[in-house]
């Protein structure tokens, strides 16, 4: 049978990557089944962000205020606040319209990880700006006035709060991309919200001991914060390593070729195995915290890019769009 009357002549040999005869009209099999999101950087920094928020406001709650943590707990609240006042901005930005964010907000869909996510970024910013005017009621920066939780404990009531829903946000990164038709998120759908957590919970980290670095900490926290690191990016690098084998063919384009070099050596690398191993060093010392931060927090953003780009690229790819994710 010619390739002219055999429709799935052209799926096998666009499959086998050669070109079709030049005769030969292209059919549905050739095109996309799925359209792919036109994501652009707006979605990559808010994932970024929503995974170092929540895993600041994890460690909000770990911090130990009594002892040698008060430093990180000051830095952790200010960092939340600051994240969670940045995220809906540059969420609106993608949007393009600020409307369609208050539309977002009209109904509270459960079955909806869009809605949750929404919902959740709003839920966590009302304990992250109430800790953080405490928190500048105690430094002396605000009147007591402005410490409108201080009667309630500002934490014993936000601290549980920002844990809770720091961890939720976390892991919403995750689960808004594995939540789809797409092939290679849906693939992914046990391994890259705990990807998410893992790896807000390390540039969490590295953010905050960067400013505890610049702006004054101790030695015990920090070695605190460097264990926490290297814990969790290691989590990070098995579950990333485990979504490969399990990924198979469907996750080529995140981890084959070019962006699968960028992976490697800026996330799995440079973002995770320096860093841990930069921790290790017995000495405490400013360039050492602040060179490893940065290459943590390089390497999650890279993880999420390398997420959203590669998501489009299996979108586009009809011989993976019809399989069913294991």
């Known amino acids: 049978m010619s390739a002219a009357l055999d ?4 799926y096998r040999g666009a499959g086998d990557g050669a070109p079709l005869p030049a005769h030969a009209s292209p059919t549905y099999y050739d095109r996309p089944l799925l359209k792919k ?6 979605v990559i920094a808010y994932l970024f962000m929503g995974g170092v928020m929540g895993g600041s406001g994890i460690l909000v709650a770990l ?3 009594t002892g040698d943590d008060e430093a990180l707990a000051r830095s952790a609240r200010y960092l939340s606040f600051v994240l ?25 869909k459960f079955k909806s990880v869009m ?7 709003i839920a966590f910013s009302l304990p992250a700006t109430a800790a953080a005017a405490a928190q500048l009621v105690r430094d002396g920066v605000l009147p007591e006035e402005l410490d409108f939780v201080h009667a309630l404990g500002p934490r014993a009531l936000t601290n549980p709060l920002q844990l809770v829903l720091g961890a939720f946000i976390a892991g919403y990164t995750g689960v808004l991309l594995s939540a789809t038709a797409n092939p290679l998120w849906a693939t992914g759908k046990r391994h890259i919200p705990a990807i998410s957590v893992c790896s807000g919970v390390a540039g969490a980290c590295a953010a905050n001991n960067a400013m505890l670095a610049l702006f004054g900490g101790n030695e015990t926290t920090a070695r605190k914060l460097d264990r926490l690191e290297s814990v969790a990016g290691i989590a990070e690098l098995a579950l990333l390593l485990s979504f490969r084998t399990h990924a198979g063919a469907i996750g080529l384009p995140m981890f084959a070729g ?3 070099a960028k992976l490697r050596s800026a996330t799995m690398f440079g973002g995770i195995l320096v860093p841990s191993l930069l921790n290790l060093v017995p000495f405490h010392a400013r360039w050492k915290t602040l060179l490893a931060s940065a290459l943590t927090l390089a390497g999650g953003y890279v993880l999420r890019e390398s997420m959203i780009e590669a998501g489009k690229e299996s979108a586009d790819d009809p011989r993976v769009s019809s399989r069913q994710p294991e």
């Open 7 to 10: 429709p799935d002549a052209s």
């Open 258 to 260: 070019r962006r699968g």
């Open 63 to 65: 911090a130990d205020e």
């Open 84 to 108: 969670a006042s940045t995220c809906p901005i540059v969420l609106i930005k993608h949007l393009g319209r600020p409307e369609r964010f208050l539309h977002m907000l009209r109904i509270v």
């Open 37 to 42: 999101p036109h994501w652009e950087w707006e």
């Open 115 to 121: 809605s949750m996510g929404v919902w959740g970024l």
